[in-house]
């Protein structure tokens, strides 16, 4: 891991924790623990309420949750380091603090819990072993070795030590960063107490941006640290993660009614800051927790009272330097038009991150740890550039059928006529000449107005080839009405009906383009996107769907445009052609020859839909199915033809008897699309233990019949570790590294996976740290590289594929330019298992290629998945789809149960 390159460091922000005697040891924590007669009642009574829920239709509000009181304390008792909350099964260690709190006070407050939230003869019975809870001083111990943890130490290596370390330095650092327009600028960063029991740190007081209209937009830093394992190292890893938080700026929709607001309070010495959960309750927002059973009751005086204005009113308490409050703002807010944007600069990660790592270095007493400084690797991608079957130069237009119609759903007459403009533009290029929103230059393209038709020539097999692309136009009721679902059954049957009168179903499977407002215009309490109901009722009629925005204005022709309105048409422009290289992205078409090696292997996609049942609107009330929704979905790529894997029509009409030898077969991606959310129901019907089975029976099957049918081929699985590894344990980073995959099924059918190369993605968002790219003399480097490959071990690799076209090399802070776009080049983890040492390189050279821009013809910039779990990832927007509208069906149907029984009891 050392620097040998002499013109560039390539930094990530990442630093091996190194302990003495392999053993980690922080010193003086005070714990909070449950003697053994509380946890065995508790354990008692949880384990007979997990039986009960396990029954279909189990719903209990009142059941006893200990794990929200332990969340409340978390939350608002600032001593608290962590909290466990199953503290009644690991020998009932339950708070760790870093301060001696009044445990005779702390029981009152359990007590006065346990009261409210159980019934009367249970509490009788455990009322007494509560005065048994103690609280002592400790020195906590875990192994050094996070591959050999016992399991309790997991939560004290992953949670309490990082939650430790930001502590120690909440409030300590004073960190200047440089600015071209102030000189300087300076931020303090404070330990969060959150939900999520993450170690996060946020500056405060928070920032104000005016845009010219004189709206103000709030935001600040915030930093996570996190301990990280990493297949075959011996020790843990700190990453530091710098990101910007924003927050709400008017009423905020949330579609799965949960907010989230940060709040700070200065207490002379520094501040404390709370994130703190809301939900909606009965048409209002409320406090997620009783907030009322915590211990900072000062804050809570405070606070108690803005559940009803901080949502409506979000800017109301921001702008206060001593107690402040904002909604959290993210992709769970409906609604665009943030001035703030994402990302951070290159200058503020740097200062920032170096800021931080120093302030912990300087506070590591108390612990027997050092943490040196963030590594630095080199840049080996040429090293093991196989140069062996890349893609072709050109796009594959052999993928495109000789006559491929797509119907186009419209009202507005100037969104056809620009949808019309971009299907030339695609193949024409006289617009975005060389950039990369095309697909490729054909000889010739021309668009017969008459016929609807656009006319593609160019080279097959050497020969001239004139295809063509039918676009049908239908127009639809210009009405808006008809495009608002209100909660109402009736509303939703109506609409139902207007849709059926334009589309039919057909046994071939059919590609349409469907004008639609954005999501920010069903930004409203009474009205329901119907994006998800209009692509599942579409795709059991055999009828892919891609949206494109409304468009409001006049069509003007190119030709006809002055300089400046020219550069708004192409920007317009950009979402037509967007969409439809989603839509040929949903048919199957690649684009140019995937990557490949010599020996031309099978490319496998693992993905695994994985949704709790929450985070659909309208779910709440829906008892049919389970609360974690799990379905895998799995591509192969083979020979430039992407496939995706469905149950036999067989598995339908016998799936209760068909025991393990059920067939699955491989449907072009574009067929898979539309069947994918039958296998759904199958799951949803037979639930519990022998669901789980089926659904790992059918990766073994859908594995099993590639290798029958291409016997002396070599097979890659790739998969996403944040995505598969809960699911499959033998992906989870202390097992990976044993070599094959076990997936857990009887009758041997682990075998099938013994010589399937394993290739692990591990993305950005939480595990791999962030990285720049500095000159020699670790100065800020504006001439970052476009992409590279670093080897962290022998299995383990970084890969950066070239940057997004948004990413801006310059050396501003976000101080100074917040409303400007900082997205930047990501890095993810590689790990290959399954294979011989030396045989690695080239499988990371694979990976690394198949995530590039120039594959897929959805994308001008790279991926962040290698294309086969990309490719089965997106396939979830149908099962999405599928159950947003099962969900707002059900809901309807039950809200007019209701009003039909309230109405007979009124007569």
């Given at each position: 891991m050392s620097r040998t390159d002499s013109v560039k460091v390539?930094?990530?922000?990442?630093?091996?924790?190194?302990?003495?005697n392999d053993v980690i040891r922080i010193e003086g924590i005070f714990v909070i623990k449950s003697p053994e007669t509380l946890n065995s009642k508790i354990k008692s009574l949880m384990e007979k309420q997990y039986l009960d829920k396990s029954r279909k239709y189990y719903k209990d509000y009142r059941a006893f949750k200990p794990k929200w009181f332990t969340l409340t304390v978390a939350l608002l008792s600032d001593p608290v380091l962590y909290a466990r909350d199953d503290f009644y099964t690991c020998s009932g260690e339950w708070l760790y603090l870093y301060e001696r709190i009044d445990i005779e006070l702390f029981k009152l407050k359990f007590k006065k819990w346990c009261r409210e939230n159980t019934d009367a003869d249970f509490y009788e019975y455990i009322k007494d072993d509560i005065e048994g809870i103690t609280i002592s001083q400790e020195n906590i111990e875990m192994s050094g070795n996070p591959h050999?943890?016992?399991?309790?130490?997991n939560e004290l290596m992953y949670k309490l030590l990082p939650?430790?370390?930001?502590?120690?330095?909440?409030?300590?650092?004073?960190?200047?960063?440089?600015?071209?327009?102030?000189?300087?600028?300076?931020?303090?960063?404070?330990?969060?107490?959150?939900?999520?029991?993450?170690?996060?740190?946020?500056?405060?007081?928070?920032?104000?941006?005016?845009?010219?209209?004189?709206?103000?937009?709030?935001?600040?830093?915030?930093?996570?640290?996190?301990?990280?394992?990493?297949?075959g190292e011996s020790i843990p890893y700190l990453i530091i993660k710098l990101r910007?938080?924003?927050?709400?700026?008017?009423?905020?929709?949330?579609?799965?009614?949960?907010?989230?607001?940060?709040?700070?309070?200065?207490?002379?010495?520094?501040?404390?800051?709370?994130?703190?959960?809301?939900?909606?309750?009965?048409a209002k927002w409320k406090w997620k927790y009783n907030i009322a059973d915590g211990i900072n009751d000062n804050l809570i005086e405070k606070i108690f009272d803005w559940q009803d204005t901080i949502v409506a009113e979000p800017n109301k308490f921001m702008s206060n330097d001593d107690l402040g409050a904002g909604i959290i703002y993210g992709s769970h807010i409906k609604g665009k038009g943030h001035k703030i944007r994402t990302g951070t600069t290159e200058k503020d990660r740097e200062y920032i991150s170096e800021g931080i790592l120093k302030a912990i270095r300087n506070h590591l007493n108390n612990t027997n740890i050092e943490v040196p400084e963030f590594i630095t690797l080199d840049n080996i991608a040429k090293e093991i550039d196989t140069k062996a079957k890349t893609q072709k130069a050109e796009f594959r237009f052999e993928q495109i059928p000789a006559e491929l119609v797509i119907t186009a759903f419209y009202r507005n007459d100037a969104w056809l006529e620009y949808l019309k403009d971009a299907l030339?533009?695609?193949?024409?290029?006289?617009?975005?000449?060389?950039?990369?929103?095309?697909?490729?230059?054909?000889?010739?393209?021309?668009?017969?107005?008459?016929?609807?038709?656009?006319?593609?020539?160019?080279?097959?097999?050497?020969?001239?080839?004139t295809k063509k692309i039918i676009l049908n136009p239908v127009k639809m009721q210009n009405s808006n009405g008809e495009f608002i679902i209100s909660e109402s059954i009736d509303c939703y049957t109506s609409f139902l009906n207007y849709l059926d009168t334009y589309v039919t179903e057909g046994s071939d499977i059919r590609a349409s383009l469907f004008e639609l407002?954005?999501?920010?215009?069903?930004?409203?309490?009474?009205?329901?996107?119907?994006?998800?109901?209009?692509?599942?009722?579409?795709?059991?009629?055999?009828?892919?769907?891609?949206?494109?925005?409304?468009?409001?204005?006049?069509?003007?022709?190119?030709?006809?445009?002055?300089?400046?309105?020219?550069?708004?048409?192409?920007?317009?422009?950009?979402?037509?052609?967007?969409?439809?290289?989603?839509?040929?992205?949903?048919?199957?078409?690649?684009?140019?020859?995937?990557?490949?090696?010599?020996?031309?292997?099978?490319?496998?996609?693992?993905?695994?839909?994985?949704?709790?049942?929450?985070?659909?609107?309208?779910?709440?009330?829906?008892?049919?199915?389970?609360?974690?929704?799990?379905?895998?979905?799995?591509?192969?790529?083979?020979?430039?033809?992407?496939?995706?894997?469905?149950?036999?029509?067989?598995?339908?009409?016998?799936?209760?008897?068909?025991?393990?030898?059920?067939?699955?077969?491989?449907?072009?991606?574009?067929?898979?699309?539309?069947?994918?959310?039958?296998?759904?129901?199958?799951?949803?019907?037979?639930?519990?233990?022998?669901?789980?089975?089926?659904?790992?029976?059918?990766?073994?099957?859908?594995?099993?019949?590639?290798?029958?049918?291409?016997?002396?081929?070599?097979?890659?699985?790739?998969s996403n570790a944040q995505n598969v590894r809960t699911h499959l344990k033998d992906l989870s980073n202390t097992r990976i590294g044993s070599g094959k995959l076990n997936i857990g099924i009887e009758k041997n059918s682990d075998s099938i996976f013994d010589d399937v190369v394993n290739i692990r993605i591990l993305t950005e968002a939480d595990e791999v740290p962030a990285w720049v790219n500095l000159e020699d003399d670790y100065s800020l480097s504006l001439h970052t590289l476009k992409k590279g490959v670093f080897r962290l071990n022998n299995r383990v690799y970084y890969s950066v594929q070239s940057k997004s076209d948004a990413h801006k090399n310059n050396l501003v802070i976000k101080e100074d330019k917040p409303?400007?776009?900082?997205?930047?080049?990501?890095?993810?983890?590689?790990?290959?298992?399954?294979?011989?040492?030396?045989?690695?390189?080239?499988?990371?050279?694979?990976?690394?290629?198949?995530?590039?821009?120039?594959?897929?013809?959805?994308?001008?910039?790279?991926l962040n998945l290698p294309i086969p779990v990309h490719m089965a990832k997106k396939a979830e927007e149908y099962l999405v789809a599928y159950y947003d509208d099962y969900f707002l069906k059900q809901h309807l149907i039950k809200e007019k149960a209701k009003e039909v029984a309230k109405a007979n009891n009124i007569r």
């Open positions: 390539n930094k990530f922000y990442m630093s091996p924790i190194k302990p003495e050999n943890l016992q399991k309790h130490e939650a430790y370390l930001a502590y120690k330095i909440s409030g300590e650092m004073d960190i200047q960063v440089p600015s071209s327009k102030k000189g300087a600028v300076s931020y303090r960063f404070y330990k969060v107490q959150n939900e999520d029991k993450s170690a996060e740190l946020a500056a405060v007081p928070f920032r104000k941006y005016v845009d010219r209209d004189g709206k103000e937009f709030y935001w600040t830093h915030a930093v996570d640290l996190r301990v990280v394992s990493i297949p910007t938080a924003r927050f709400a700026y008017k009423k905020p929709y949330a579609s799965n009614k949960r907010l989230k607001a940060l709040i700070y309070k200065n207490i002379g010495k520094g501040f404390e800051i709370y994130e703190l959960g809301l939900k909606m309750d009965q030339v533009e695609l193949f024409d290029l006289k617009i975005f000449k060389h950039d990369k929103y095309g697909i490729f230059k054909a000889k010739a393209a021309h668009f017969d107005k008459s016929s609807s038709t656009l006319f593609v020539t160019h080279k097959e097999d050497k020969k001239e080839v407002e954005d999501e920010e215009y069903f930004d409203h309490d009474e009205w329901i996107d119907p994006k998800s109901t209009i692509r599942n009722v579409f795709a059991v009629k055999n009828t892919l769907t891609q949206f494109i925005s409304l468009e409001e204005g006049e069509y003007i022709n190119r030709q006809e445009k002055s300089e400046n309105e020219l550069k708004e048409y192409k920007a317009n422009m950009h979402k037509y052609i967007n969409g439809i290289k989603d839509l040929f992205r949903q048919l199957g078409i690649l684009g140019k020859s995937v990557p490949q090696m010599d020996q031309e292997p099978i490319l496998i996609g693992l993905w695994y839909m994985s949704k709790l049942k929450h985070s659909f609107d309208f779910s709440s009330s829906c008892e049919e199915i389970p609360y974690k929704i799990l379905i895998p979905i799995l591509t192969i790529i083979e020979d430039n033809i992407i496939k995706i894997a469905v149950f036999s029509e067989s598995v339908y009409k016998d799936h209760r008897r068909m025991g393990d030898n059920f067939e699955v077969k491989w449907l072009p991606y574009k067929d898979g699309l539309v069947k994918i959310a039958n296998m759904a129901s199958i799951f949803d019907e037979l639930n519990g233990d022998y669901c789980e089975k089926l659904k790992q029976q059918f990766i073994v099957n859908a594995i099993r019949s590639v290798k029958e049918s291409n016997p002396e081929r070599q097979l890659i699985l790739f409303n400007e776009t900082n997205n930047r080049q990501a890095a993810i983890e590689i790990a290959v298992y399954n294979c011989n040492e030396d045989d690695v390189p080239p499988y990371v050279d694979l990976t690394d290629k198949l995530r590039s821009a120039s594959s897929p013809i959805q994308f001008s910039t790279a």
